[in-house]
């Protein structure tokens, strides 16, 4: 009732707003409290793809402009029970494994992190991945298309990551386009669980892309913990601003420590499609 209440009085007061013609703005300025701490934050995903691996690493922030801090000169390996494999800085900070491998199912990989004197470890085991199930775009025109669902669907049997790159900057309409005008990155998941908000979340841009676009598609399977990291950082991202908000809390993380971010293990399947 109290709920009714609340959006009767806004509404009214909205139209009565409206039909007087008044307006007014006010600015506001927040005052963002901080202890200046910083924390690392993790990101990494072995994938059963024979290439060099990559391990994300950098320093947490305190205001929402503000650009995260890479970390630099941090001793990264992962042990998989028989083999140790070390991850060395590349030009952009990232952690690259000194040589290529993939991971294979039911192993479980070892992530260890010596940085400023502080050590960081977590677990990580690659479950298997279904094929591709439908994630099928739609037609919007005569010319544009888009993927219809949600942030995340249903599905009792797995849960899995959808990670799409759509490239038209090939086609001669848009050659001379810049180029976030010509490519986009999309992820879409598939949880085992279903949240009210996840239903009814926020609306969200679309991204349209033309007939003759090419999709990559990489499909990634997730771990029960992995599963439960994306799904609270949904919580808090994507999810967030709806009618039905949670209380707001940490995002799950399986790294030791203080640190934040996951570590995770996935078997991967690929495609490609032309949009027709």
Not at 31 to 60: A, C, H, M, R
Not at 71 to 81: I, R, T
Not at 96 to 116: C, H, M, P, Q
Not at 240 to 254: I, K, L, Q, S
Request: charged share 20%.
């Amino acid at each position: 009732m109290e709920y009714l209440k609340h959006n009767f009085c806004y509404f009214l007061l909205f139209g009565i707003i409206s039909l007087s013609g008044i307006s007014c703005e006010k600015t506001i300025d927040f005052n963002f409290k901080s202890d200046k701490s910083e924390f690392l934050i993790v990101d990494g995903i072995l994938t059963n793809e024979n290439k060099f691996q990559e391990i994300n690493l950098s320093k947490s922030f305190a205001l929402p402009n503000e650009q995260p801090k890479s970390v630099s000169g941090a001793d990264v390996s992962v042990f998989d029970g028989t083999q140790t494999y070390h991850f060395t800085e590349d030009s952009s900070e990232i952690y690259l494994s000194d040589v290529k491998f993939g991971v294979v199912i039911n192993k479980t990989y070892s992530l260890r992190i010596i940085y400023e004197n502080r050590e960081y470890t977590a677990k990580a085991r690659a479950v298997p991945v279904l094929s591709h199930n439908s994630l099928n775009y739609i037609q919007y025109n005569d010319s544009l298309y888009y993927f219809p669902q949600a942030t995340a669907e249903f599905s009792p049997d797995e849960a899995a990551m959808y990670e799409i790159n759509a490239d038209w900057s090939f086609l001669p309409v848009y050659e001379n386009l810049p180029e976030k005008e010509t490519k986009a990155k999309m992820f879409f998941y598939i949880l085992r669980t279903i949240d009210v908000n996840e239903i009814f979340n926020p609306p969200h841009e679309k991204v349209y892309f033309p007939k003759g676009t090419r999709l990559a598609v990489k499909k990634y399977s997730l771990s029960p913990e992995h599963e439960k990291f994306i799904r609270s950082l949904l919580l808090e991202t994507q999810w967030n601003g709806g009618n039905f908000d949670t209380e707001e809390d940490n995002v799950y993380t399986n790294i030791s420590a203080g640190a934040f971010g996951f570590f995770g293990a996935s078997i991967v399947l690929s495609d490609t499609v032309t949009v027709k």
